[in-house]
């Protein structure tokens, strides 16, 4: 009775590993009948899309009367093309950027940089018919009180000296409104660039890339026409207000600084 019983308990494991095997046989079957079927249509869509490039570029051919052998070539680059297209798009992006960037610059050379030569040469000989003399005192005379010291003398440092030199007309200031004045002084060569660019013209495109797009909405109507004087104006006087209340501030902090290290100013 055991050995019967065993060779049905075998034979029973035997039936339920044909029953599984032949349930992955089928699985296998219908999953390679899809994917022939997705394969199938993939194949088809290809040969539609092949179609309609054949169609186009044989009525381009016929239209611009090429040989046969022209004919092949373009219809060997249909697919290349497809596939490099997107590469393409990106190279002409990319190249545009700076196609742009030259058009800028075209601009500057022909528009700008001329005016910005004259006026450091028509300001440089202001200066000198000044004369050194009287410049220094009045820089002397704006250091004598704060509202002067980190306005006007920035403003006149700036403009007569420009960036970098801007900065000696510290030397006539006691040693505790130095550090103050240069805070000023530093701040100071931006604001004004829109009315006197000889200040700094080595950083000029902080301006100048607002006035191409002023000029740019001026062009639309966008802003009235003007509209980048009255920009530079304000950019000003809202400079020297800033300054003032920079220069104010790193007196303060200078002085308490000095105290606490125990030096005298």
Known sequence: MSITAMLAQHADVTMQSLHHAGGLVSDAVLNSGLHGKMTAQNSINDFVVLAQATTDTGAAAASDNITVDQFRERLQNVQQEEQLGW?????????????KGGEVLTGFVTGIIPTLIVLMTAFYAITELVGEKRVHGLARGA?????????????????????????????????????AFYDAAVSYVHPPLGLFPHINPGEYFVWGGILVALMELEKKGAVPGGYHITVAIWYALVGLVVILLKGMLTERITAIMARRQGIEL
Request: charge should be positive.
């Open 87 to 99: 590469l393409t798009a990106l190279g002409k992006h990319f190249i545009g950027v700076f196609q």
């Open 143 to 179: 250091g004598r009180i704060a509202l002067t010291r980190y306005t006007v003398l920035p403003l006149l440092s700036v403009f007569f000296l420009t960036n970098p030199m801007a900065y000696t007309f510290g030397s006539f200031l006691e040693e505790k409104h130095k550090p």
